[in-house]
């Protein structure tokens, strides 16, 4: 199941320490928001937690699993980057289908997923197109179709909207909302937009210099923050 939990975790590069003492329960189904200033380690956490990167010390647990000694490919997560790096060459199935294909799954089973998630994403008119006859966002709806298909059990998601206009953004982040309440699943997902954790999550974990300051429902975190920081970060009044 998409329970996340991660106790006592630590990074460092070299001898600078990036993340300390990080402690975080994501329960299954829920969306949670990693919001922070540039450069206070949320991507690190997010590639901790995806496997890209191993932690200096402690324990991150999905579902009963510990999951820092199963290697990346075989754990039940899926990411999905700023710059989300579809392969030009292929047609847009073939980008969504390319996770499956290289598991050898089969030719029926990989159609009818492809299709499913080109439903969900309303990508059906677009499925024969290159990644270069698409949208910005038509491209960010086939990152997330990619993920999708392998029915991870944890979304990771990174900046996904960053490199979109304002308009697109704020349709985008509807339809994440709209995707997360169709498929029910546990989706952590890192921004340093105050306002887009505020409206997507159920709980942020408010990141300041390789610590989370605060975890808490959006209305918990505006109402009763920890520290002028918190306030000052989500705009609480003084
Ligand atoms: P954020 O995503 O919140 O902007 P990052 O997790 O990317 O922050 O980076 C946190 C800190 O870790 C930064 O100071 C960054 O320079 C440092 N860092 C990240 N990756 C590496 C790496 N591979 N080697 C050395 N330092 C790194
Ligand atoms: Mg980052």
Redo the contacts with the bound molecule.
């Keep these: 199941m998409g329970r996340l939990t991660i106790s006592g975790l630590g990074k460092s ?2 001898g ?1 320490e ?1 993340l300390r003492d990080i402690a975080l329960d994501v329960r299954d189904g829920e969306f949670v928001v990693l919001v ?12 901790l937690i995806a496997g890209l ?1 191993e932690a200096t010390e402690g324990e991150i647990r999905i579902g009963e699993r510990v999951v820092n000694d199963v290697p990346p490919k075989d754990r039940d997560i899926a990411m999905v980057f700023q710059n989300y790096a579809l392969y030009p060459h292929m047609s847009v199935r073939r980008n969504i289908a390319f996770a499956l294909r290289a598991k050898g799954r089969p030719k029926e089973e990989i159609e009818a997923k492809v299709a499913e998630a080109a439903r969900v994403l309303e990508l059906d008119a677009l499925l024969d197109r290159r990644p270069g006859e698409l949208s910005g966002g038509q491209r960010q709806r086939v990152a997330i179709g990619r993920a999708m298909v392998r029915d991870p059990s944890i979304f990771l998601f ?1 900046e996904p909207l960053s490199n979109l206009d304002a308009k697109l953004r704020h349709q985008m982040r509807a339809e994440l909302k709209k995707l997360h309440r169709t498929l029910g699943t546990t989706i952590v997902y ?1 921004t ?1 937009d105050q306002l887009e954790a505020m409206t997507l999550a159920d709980r942020i974990a408010v ?1 300041r210099g ?1 610590r989370i300051e605060q975890f808490g429902s959006p209305l918990e975190l505006y109402s009763r923050p920890a520290n002028l920081f918190v306030a000052g970060f989500i705009g609480s009044p003084a």
């Design positions: 590069f070299g600078m990036v922070g200033p540039s450069g206070c380690g949320k991507s690190t956490l997010l590639r990167e990174d890192v340093h990141m390789g």
